[in-house]
């Protein structure tokens, strides 16, 4: 009984998760998604024309698509490390009983 209640609730939270990546893109035609770096230099430029940043990145990646991978490998090793630290401290909590 605890298991099908356990397995339930994983499966509808992963319904919502898949909810929420599929709706937006589903309900809003011809939408630019972009990054929150390009509104902030949007509204950079709309305040002061003039701006020049203070600094130039030491390395630029070459594509668009390294740019999201090195992105989705700093999030996933982040995802990592929260995860094993949740484990560890599960682990530690059972062993304490």
Do not use: C, H
């Amino acid at each position: 009984m605890k298991d099908k209640r356990f397995l339930m609730k994983n499966l509808i939270l992963g319904l919502l998760v898949i909810l929420l990546v599929v709706f937006p893109l589903v309900t809003i035609k011809n939408a630019e998604f972009v990054g929150a770096d390009d509104k902030a230099a949007e509204a950079i430029a709309q305040v002061d024309k003039n701006y020049k940043p203070w600094f130039k990145p030491i390395w630029e990646p070459p594509s668009g698509e390294i740019e999201s991978l090195l992105f989705a490998l700093q999030a996933a090793i982040g995802a990592g490390f929260l995860g094993y630290y949740i484990g560890v401290a599960k682990g530690r909590k059972n062993v304490n009983r």
